[in-house]
Nanobody, 118 residues
């Protein structure tokens, strides 16, 4: 079972940038499409960005044009570059297999906290 470890979160002012990393203990290529999810307090976890093995990407409307997802299959790492951050981006961010198209998630990691101050 692949284990996922997210890092790179922190406290940033509105308009700032952060880059999140997700290191996998096994092959992310085997997981197929990967995604970054976030969960804000009292809200459902939502998919904000996904990327296929081949590098095709999709974004939630709320982050389109501000966030960029990428992956390095050789390093088993997925990244999320976040620019022009807004207070509403505050959440715990997780990476995992993108469902769909995958049928199931890998074990969830601890996530990384992103806090955007106004």
């Amino acid at each position: 079972q692949v284990q996922l470890v997210e890092s790179g979160g922190g406290l940033v002012q509105a308009g700032g940038s952060l880059t999140l990393s997700c290191a996998a203990s096994g092959s992310i290529f085997s997981l197929g499409a990967m995604g970054w999810y976030r969960q804000a307090p009292a809200k459902q976890r939502e998919l904000v960005a996904s990327i296929t093995r081949g590098g095709n990407t999709n974004y939630a409307d709320s982050v389109k044009g501000r966030f960029t997802i990428s992956r390095d299959n050789a390093k088993n790492t997925v990244y999320l570059q976040m620019n022009s951050l807004k207070p509403e981006d505050t959440a715990v961010y997780y990476c995992n297999a993108a469902v769909p198209p995958n049928r199931s998630f890998a074990t969830w990691g601890q996530g990384t906290q992103v806090t955007v101050s106004s």
